[in-house]
């Protein structure tokens, strides 16, 4: 029996909406298994799960805060296809480039790149002053690591090769890192530069750098003392040599020689010509001829003056010609003792800071800043350099109980020295290299020669070797085996030529530059 229309009408409209629920109910099931409403692009899904190292910067914009949910996708955005990365993938990007650096023998430095990618990978390429083509290095496959100097090169350039997980690369710049050499010292002053009496060092060998000391005893910042040197002509003589500190000290002698104070600058002089005679005759007026000189002829290295520590002057007795040192010796406190030109050692002290302030050149106050006090004898020595030629350089000694020993400079005037020039003693050791060279000379037949240079290096030796006009080789010089040598030549020596080798105590050797002997 077949229904009316209008029932079979019906009875159609109640099955398609019977379809309709039942596909309404699946889709909702299917949505709250898959989380729909918070689905994004699967790219994003697999850069979140193929995340970049700690030293990477992720590409996935979940990472960086943004708020992925308003982003709508398709049934096609979400298909097991696009699962896999592109092939059209960005290669990584450098987003820090390494850095150049230098850094000293034996010593390591750090280099580090930073990029954005997915799933990086580094490999460093390395390539010093001896090699013409880069090489990648095992084991150094970190966005950081630290290279350490083998003491095989000068220069080493670098970059970083970054992968990602799709084989695309990216190359950083290159830096550069280079053997930082120990920066070379000059010194100039009295016999506190100089060590004592007898010694070569001072406070300046202690300093752990290549260095020239042409401190001398007795020295003088004015030049009312004719018997003893100056000390800004100290700095005048240097010509074939570039320090990159110049450290000076000086005074003290001034004070024992009575030398006039001078008046304290209130401005720079702008040359030395500024300067008259009565100027340099004080202590103020050769102290601005040297810091002139300082700012003339080497305006790019660090100046420095040292200030002598508290000195006490010890007065021993004489005996059959000699100095009698006993615990009863008297002593004369130089700090508040005014001498014959009327001022004391503490107002000469204000005076050199005072300049030292006007012409820009840093004070190592041992005087203001330390206790070193030379009236205590566990600082100061009781031999005499005269009475006993044997001591070493080390022992600092003098007669008058103004000079520290080792002691007392390796406890107040070197940790304040390093402390401001902001070195510390070095390991490694210096390189070999002739820092001045010898000259040629021209005498008059009778006066003496004296040869010498000046080179960096540890534990050092040294050989001269000659060739006399009209022989054709070079020979030993028997026992010329100093920096330095002193001869007085005969006529024969008329057209010699000299050089001196240097060895050190790696038996690596240089030789210096050939000069040529005029004897008139």
């Keep these: 029996m077949s229904l009316p229309v ?3 009408r019906i009875s159609a409209i109640l099955l398609a909406v ?5 596909m309404s109910v699946g889709c909702f099931t299917s949505c709250q298994r898959e989380d729909c409403g918070s689905r994004v692009p699967s790219v994003y899904k697999y850069g979140s799960n193929h995340g970049s190292s700690d030293e990477s910067e992720s590409e996935n914009p979940s990472a960086s805060g943004e708020d992925t949910s308003d982003e709508v996708s398709s049934q096609e955005e979400v298909s097991s296809e696009e699962t896999e990365p592109s092939s ?3 290669p990584p990007k450098i987003t820090t480039q390494p850095k150049s650096a230098a850094v000293s023998k034996n010593s390591s430095v750090k280099i580090s790149v930073k990029a954005k990618g997915k799933g990086l990978k580094y490999q460093w390429y390395f390539k010093t002053d001896a090699e013409t083509d880069y090489s990648a290095r095992k084991g150094l496959t970190h966005a950081s690591e630290t290279v350490k ?10 970059y970083c090769l970054v992968t990602d997980s799709a084989g695309n690369t990216a190359a950083s710049d290159a830096a550069i890192i280079t053997l930082e050499k120990p920066m070379k010292l000059l010194a100039v002053g009295d016999s506190i530069c100089r060590g004592g009496r007898n010694s070569r060092k001072g406070f300046v060998g202690d300093l752990g750098l290549p260095y020239v000391n042409l401190g001398q005893n007795g020295a003088t910042l004015s030049t009312k003392e004719t018997a003893v040197t100056n000390i800004p002509e100290q700095l005048a003589g240097v010509s074939d040599y570039t320090p990159d500190i110049i450290i000076a000290d000086g005074g003290v002698n001034d004070y024992i020689y009575n030398a006039p104070l001078g008046k304290v600058p209130t401005a720079m002089a702008a040359s030395v010509n500024k300067l008259s005679d009565d100027d340099l005759a004080t202590a103020m007026g050769g102290l601005q001829k040297l810091f002139v000189l300082m700012r003339s002829n080497f305006p790019h290295a660090k100046r420095y003056f040292v200030i002598t520590h508290k000195t006490t002057q010890r007065v021993p007795k004489v005996e059959n010609g000699k100095y009698v040192y006993t615990d009863n010796d008297r002593y004369v406190d130089w700090t508040v003792t005014k001498n014959k030109a009327g001022y004391t050692q503490k107002e ?3 005076a050199i800071v005072s300049c030292c302030k006007v012409y820009g050149v840093e004070v190592i106050d041992i005087y203001q800043n330390s206790a070193l006090n030379t009236a205590d004898l566990t ?3 009781d031999t005499s350099y005269f009475d006993d030629p044997t001591v070493t350089d080390r022992e600092c000694v003098d007669i008058d109980g103004v000079h520290p020993l080792d002691k007392g400079y390796s406890e107040y ?3 304040l020295i390093r402390k401001q020039i902001k070195t510390t003693p070095q390991a490694a050791a210096f390189p070999l290299e002739i820092l001045i060279q010898p000259t040629s000379k021209g005498i008059t037949l009778g006066d003496p020669l004296t040869v010498s240079l000046k080179a960096s290096g540890t534990k050092l030796s040294y050989q001269w070797f000659y060739q006399k006009a009209g022989q054709t080789s070079f020979s030993e ?3 010329r085996t100093h920096e330095s040598e002193t001869v007085t030549p005969n006529a024969s020596w008329n057209g010699i030529q000299l050089y001196c080798v240097v060895t050190d105590s790696q038996g690596e050797t240089v030789k210096s530059n050939i000069i040529t002997v005029t004897v008139k």
Excluded: Q
Aim: proline share 3%; glycine share 6%; charged share 25%.
């Design 413 to 415: 005037y070197l940790p």
């Design 88 to 90: 059209t993938t960005e």
């Design 149 to 158: 100097h083998d003491g095989t090169w000068n220069e080493l350039r670098c």
């Design 348 to 350: 000469l002290h204000d």
């Design 6 to 8: 209008k029932s079979r």
């Design 18 to 22: 019977a379809v309709l629920l039942m």
């Design 379 to 381: 600082y100061c020595s």
């Design 477 to 479: 010089w028997k026992g």
